[in-house]
Each structure stands twice: as C-alpha cells, then as structure tokens.
C-alpha cells in the first residue's frame, strides 16, 4: 500500500545534540511539507519542498534544517539551537501539477522530547 | 497572510446525534480551497472533506457534510449521526489555488462523542 512512513515513532533528545526524523513516501508525490503540532496551537509549517534538491523555510524554520536528496524522502533535523523542541511533528506530501487543490496527505507523526 | 478560525476549543455530542464545528478564515484571495481533517487519538492525520471556492454546492462525504459562506468566509463541518469513532481532533484548512501547496490551519475542536 502506498503511504507515508515517518520514524521514530517516538525520540528522545539530549541537551545540545542533533536529531534527525525520517520520513519517506512511496506514493510519487512531488511535494512534501514538516510540521510542528503543539497544544491549542494547530499544525505550523517548518518546511517544505516541492522538488528535489529544493526546499523553502516555512513559518517556523529556526533550528531546524532539511534535505531532499530524492524524491521519496524529505528528513528533518533538529538542530541544538532549537531550544524547545519537544512536540509532535508531522510529515505530509501532495501532488503538483494536476490542478490545483490537491490534498496533503500524513503520516503518523513523530514525538520528540527532551532528556 | 491567512488566518483561520476555529473557535470552538472542545465539543461533545451524543451518539447518533448531530453536530456542527465551526471555521472562518481571512483572505483576500477569490479562488482557494478549504479542507477539514481529522485527527484521532492515533494522531494521523485524515481527510474529511474538501470544498472547492468557486463551487457554490456544499461539499458531501457520506455522513459529513459542510456550509460553505464564501461572503462570510464561513466553513462549517457538520457530522451526522455522529458515531464513537467520530472522537477526535478536527482541523479546518486553508489553501490558495495559485501557490498549489502551502496550507494554513486552525487550531482544532476537540470533538467527544458521548456514549
């Protein structure tokens, strides 16, 4: 089946390290989005990419960085300068280019906290 | 920038009864799409409904259905008969045609649906 498969399901991180959330889709998708879920706050954008080797900032981009290297897979890092990184982050993918409209669909999230 | 709406922190119902979430959202953009997900106690993220602006019909899946204002920039989700599995976090969205892709989300109602 196609899909979205986003890992860890859950991650822990210590004071001033790194940590990457894997996320990879096998459903052709050209564009795929992170986003950051906190309570009462809705969902906010990181980032996103709509083709390889390509990617724009999003609302809330500050300590965190990405990659697209290939089209199936679009990895989050979570920088040390991101100082409060506990929450729950969700990956999504759409098509392009067959009208306009077409729905992000997700995957089943990652819950990063810290040590 | 768009906003949107959704003022209704939490919500309950009773089986098999009917309910209405309510979204509004800002913008000055004529053609965009609107979108409710929904977000279970499994918090993947899945779509409801979509509703094209430049169609005045309200959109239809099976028991859900919505009441699209484009003038008063109302975006309503009623459930109908609502079932236990109903439970769950629904989100409204907002994306504007040209762009293709970039979403902007409400914060959530948090439905319950009482036995």
């Known amino acids: 089946d196609g899909g979205i498969t986003q890992s860890p399901k859950y991650l822990f991180r210590k004071e001033g390290q790194n940590v990457t959330l894997s996320c990879e889709q096998n459903?052709?998708?050209?564009?795929m989005y992170w986003y950051r879920q906190d309570p009462g706050q809705g969902l906010r954008l990181i980032y996103y990419s709509q083709i390889v080797n390509d990617f724009q900032k999003g609302d809330i981009a500050e300590g965190y960085s990405v990659s697209r290297e290939k089209k199936e897979s679009f990895p989050l890092t979570v920088t040390s300068a991101q100082k409060n990184p506990t929450a729950f982050y969700l990956c999504?993918?759409?098509?392009?280019?067959?009208?306009?409209?077409?729905?992000?669909?997700f995957g089943d999230g990652t819950r990063l906290s810290i040590l | 920038a768009q906003t949107v709406t959704q003022s209704q922190p939490e919500m309950s119902v009773q089986e098999a009864e009917t309910v209405t979430l309510s979204c509004t959202y800002d913008?000055?953009?004529?053609?965009?799409?609107l979108f409710w997900y929904k977000q279970p106690p499994s918090r993947q993220m899945i779509l409801v409904i979509r509703?094209?602006?430049?169609?005045?019909q309200n959109a239809t899946e099976n028991r859900f259905s919505v009441n699209f204002q484009k003038a008063a920039k109302s975006f309503s989700l009623k459930i109908s008969d609502s079932q236990l599995g109903d439970t769950a976090m629904y989100f409204c969205?907002?994306?504007?045609?040209?762009?293709?892709?970039?979403?902007?989300f409400g914060t959530g109602t948090s439905l319950t649906v009482i036995p």
């Open positions: 509703q094209e602006a430049y169609k005045q």
């Open positions: 459903l052709n998708h050209d564009a």
């Open positions: 913008t000055s953009e004529n053609n965009y799409y």
């Open positions: 969205a907002f994306m504007k045609s040209l762009t293709g892709n970039q979403f902007y």
């Open positions: 999504a993918s759409s098509i392009l280019g067959q009208g306009a409209g077409q729905p992000q669909h």
